[in-house]
């Protein structure tokens, strides 16, 4: 099973909060011992009776006696627990998930994570990042695109994007092992490509992975961090997310010597590492070629790799 950092952080406060019952539990037990000596005498018999149990050094015990033992015990400091006033959730840990007990994982052959930990790891990447939980797949307004044959092909806007989303819903659900492992959607302003990008790392998200949405200038400044501050942290997160979104590839200053290297590294060390990556532009892949170079444009536009989803049509953010 790979160690996603996500899901390790949920489980480190998982073992936190089970080690923090632990402690009280345990000095409420101290308390009790040391209030009422006669328990821990017991206590102690009991545990030496099962120890000779076991290594079977003492065979003169038998079960009846251990059981006897056991019991006085059991009813002694339930005793003392009601004249203190502790009840069985004080010292009993209750977990917050009944089905893997706080424990995180589940199955006994095949072990995997609970939901309960993937949820409040989607959760927590949610908060963090700016992927919000409004445009999604499911939220997608397809009235909004027209219905009439568009000029330079045989769909209608609408249809266009029914067969997006459609692609859309297929290519999340079978992440990672999607067909392929780059999108590039391609198309003018205001014909959705951004809520496209939205709904995708959201999708992602609540599957447990890791996404980053970033816009261009992001690149720009990442770099920066590493120059001036050798601060590699953006970009070593752009080089390693699950999903990197890199929206309106085009808007961001061609600054000379920075933006197409760092660019060029990055996609090339999502491909090394098999990391899935989606491009939002609206550039054509003729000037996405003039602006970045060939070596940029062999890795965003590989067939092997990339499905190029253009979008045709109108502006539709006066409808929005
Ligand atoms: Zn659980």
Redesign the pocket.
């Known amino acids: 099973m790979a160690k996603n950092p996500l899901m390790l952080d949920v489980l480190k406060k998982y073992q936190l909060r089970i080690d923090v019952f632990q402690v009280k539990a345990d000095t409420i037990m101290n308390n009790i011992f040391e209030k009422y000596p006669e328990l821990l005498e017991f206590r102690k018999k009991y545990a030496q009776m099962r120890m000779d149990a076991r290594t079977a050094e003492d065979k003169g015990h038998c079960k009846s006696e251990y059981d006897n033992l056991y019991q006085q015990y059991e009813s002694s400091l339930n005793k003392c627990l009601e004249k203190e006033n502790v009840s069985a959730s004080d010292l009993e840990y209750q977990p917050l998930?009944t089905?893997?007990n706080?424990t995180?994982y589940?199955g006994n052959v095949h072990k995997r994570y609970?939901?309960?930990?993937i949820a409040e790891a989607a959760q927590n990447m949610l908060e963090g990042s700016n992927i919000n939980d409004h445009e999604t797949i499911e939220n997608f307004n397809l009235e909004l695109f027209d219905d009439s044959t568009m000029e330079n092909g045989n769909l209608t806007q609408k249809k266009q994007m029914e067969k997006l989303l459609n692609y859309m819903t297929s290519w999340t659900k079978s992440f990672p092992n999607c067909d392929r492992q780059q999108l590039l959607i391609s198309g003018g302003v205001g014909l959705g490509k951004s809520y496209c990008l939205n709904s995708l790392a959201y999708e992602v998200i609540k599957q447990g992975f890791s996404a980053m949405m970033i816009t261009s200038f992001a690149i720009n400044e990442a770099a920066f961090d590493e120059i001036k501050k050798s601060d590699s942290g953006a970009l070593n997160m752009m080089r390693s997310v699950d999903l990197l979104l890199i929206d309106d590839l085009g808007s961001e200053q061609v600054l000379n010597n920075i933006t197409c290297p760092t660019l060029f590294n990055v996609l090339n060390e999502r491909v090394r590492r098999s990391r899935h990556t989606i491009i939002s532009t609206n550039l054509s892949a003729e000037e996405i070629e003039e602006r970045y170079g060939s070596r940029v444009f062999s890795r965003l536009i590989d067939k092997n790799r990339t499905m190029i989803l253009p979008l045709m049509g109108k502006d539709i953010r006066s409808k929005v």
Do not use: A, S, Y
Request: hydrophobic content about 30%.
């Open positions: 998930c089905l893997c706080d995180g589940v609970c939901t309960c930990v």
